[in-house]
């Protein structure tokens, strides 16, 4: 008996560290642009990466994101189709068992969950270049220099937590880092600063791999 469970712990020892070895899958927002004017409407990509040089399957994702409503409006998210990863479920579930997306659909008070699940038997591969999960849509309500759009580590009651579900095998977690977007709002009308010609100046000996005199 004590060999047997010898063996047993053994298994599941090398099981735990070959999902430890596992590729992660990151989790990013890419935006079209960082600066917005009141009433505009504007969307967020989140999308689904894997460090340099690596592979890895997506199956599933639970997603919590937060927002400042001062500031941003959430009007909803695209569904699965054109540039976006092939899904047989991209939503935000309404009524869910943690409380996000309640008592409105889409949610209104700065919180939420998205899920999203690949169609059965058909992993979508994620790589360093990124898969596009789906695109979040949003009004800006408010000016500000800066507001938030954050991935969360968790977030609901009972809690829920920010994972992604990949690997060979069903049910491996696979989750990796988790990015925010920065949003500037302005007034209507207002002219958004172009690049000063100092600035422009400094960013060309960058890139020429040079610096200034002091």
């Known amino acids: 008996m004590t060999r047997f469970l010898g063996v047993l712990l053994t298994l599941v020892m090398a099981a735990a560290a070959s999902a430890d070895h596992q590729p992660s899958i990151n989790l990013e927002w890419r935006q079209a642009a960082q600066t917005v004017q009141v009433g505009d409407t504007f969307g967020i990509g989140l999308y689904a990466v894997c460090n340099p040089g690596q592979t890895q ?26 540039g976006t990863a092939p899904a047989l479920s991209s939503e935000l579930p309404a009524d869910d068992p943690y409380g996000l997306n309640g008592p409105t659909t ?17 992993p979508v591969t994620i790589t360093e270049m990124g898969v596009l999960l789906t695109t979040f849509r ?13 991935l969360a580590i968790s977030g609901g009651d ?57």
Not at 57 to 82: C, E, H, M, Y
Not at 106 to 122: M, Q, T
Not at 138 to 150: N, R
């Open 57 to 82: 399957l997506i199956r599933a994702a639970d997603v919590v994101f937060q927002w400042d409503p001062t500031f941003l409006q959430l009007l909803g998210i695209t569904g699965s189709g054109t």
């Open 106 to 122: 889409p949610p209104n008070d700065g919180d939420g969950y998205f899920r999203w699940w690949a169609n059965l038997g058909e």
């Open 138 to 150: 949003f009004t800006a309500l408010a000016t500000t220099p800066a507001t938030l759009v954050s």
């Open 158 to 214: 009972p809690i829920l937590d920010t994972r992604v579900f990949g690997g060979p095998e069903a049910g491996t977690i696979v989750t990796g880092t988790f990015g925010q977007a920065t949003v500037t709002v302005r007034e209507p009308g207002s002219v958004i600063p172009e690049p000063t010609a100092a600035l422009l100046g400094l960013i060309g000996l960058s890139v020429l791999g040079l610096r200034p005199r002091r």
